[in-house]
């Protein structure tokens, strides 16, 4: 039987070669294993710490099935930061017949292995790592992510799905015999059934990465039904094209373009002073802080807690940083901590003015600075005294408990003996609220000179300062500003 069968599929080669000499080329190729995959490297950047992965789908190429996408991606800032490659495996329309010979297609659980491979090697200094993937390179990129150790998996933070039959397709099973690879997209096969379990056992609630699938609103070769259905509605998205155009973009504003764009930049309001690169940059070590720290939470000290909220604002959202301070008991009797739980509400306040949100930044403050006046914490008190005259001009309109804190923050600021960015700053801002801009310009100046690189702060100081200047009703001064800290 096994000589009739190899007699059988001999036949059928000689077939091939004759019928379509540059078929049978094809196929010696692929049997001989010369059509193999490759790392296309569109952008590689030293400091960067991102990077985005395109992998292709069946009978697709490294370098062929995205077109210009990749080139849009290294040609728009907002992604400045990000390296972008694309992985390239083997995969061709040509039957796999066994023959015994030097090679065979590889079925998707082997090119899943090759990717796993490259997400620990190739990959492993990058904080953020992105994977946009066509067709059956989707399959793929899910058996991977199923096999990556926690701390490797922790480094995936966004999983794109365009026209990825993750649920099978009917077609294949037709055809399952033709091909490894066809027959692990079976609907119902063995691979696919595999997968759909061990995924949603992996992952029952939600995912430590951002998931995207998308459909193509033409495309007929794979059905809704396999390629969203498999997914929640959240996660879930439409673009224009068939199967094989929805991952060719023309230009920026392709709804393919511009899923991935929403998907990759985050620019937290806090943050606006960053240029795009430093900003992406940032965001990919505030990954890599969080994931460092978030399994102790239990044992680390109140200066890397800090660390960690500031990071899990940046990297996550601000939500899960009011909650993470929330749960810690040592928030009730730490009035830095306070402060920051309460800056975390101020700055909800200032994006969706609600008036909760600035009702409980208030109470914050003002617990935290009861306390820092009992204990005679000058730090602490022009800290939370200066915030708290903040918010009652920008949030009440009470300017006489504006100027009272101001004038207490500024007395205890001036009576400092540590010096430091902060003890400027707020030196500064107390003489917005008294009237005294010529003392702000002078004090933010002090105060950004010796804040050096520490973005993070500066921008927190400028935009309390803007919006000051604006609940003041002084537009020259919010110029005066911008100038004081870009220089424009």
Known sequence: MAAIWLKIKTAVLRLLAKLAPRLGKSFLRSLLGENKGEVVAYRYEKENRNILVFVHGFTGTAAGTFFKFPDIAMADDSLDGWDIVSIGYASDNMPTLKLGLWAVLPDITKIAGYLETNITNLLSHYDRVAFLAHSMGGLAVQKAILGLKPADLQRVSHVLFYGTPSGGLHKATKLRWYNNQIGDMDKDGPFIKELRKAWNDRFPREYPFRLVTVAGELDDFVPEESSLMPFDAAYRAHTTGNHIDMVKPADVYHPSYQILQHALFNRPQFLAIYRNRDLNNLIGNYAAIVHSLESQLAEID???????????EGYRDIDTAISQLENNPIVKSHTDMMGILGGRYKRKYLAGNRQ???DKAIELYQQAFDTANTRGDIEQIYYHAINLAFLYLYGNEDTDKMRYYATVAATKAEACTTDGYWRYATL???????????KARSNYQTALQIAGDDKRSISSMYIQAHNACLALKRGDWATGIQKIFFGQ
């Open 428 to 438: 500064a801002e107390a003489a917005l609220y008294t009237g005294e801009f010529e």
């Open 302 to 312: 109140i200066r890397s807690f800090r660390e960690y909220i500031f990071a899990l």
């Open 356 to 358: 909760a949100d600035k």
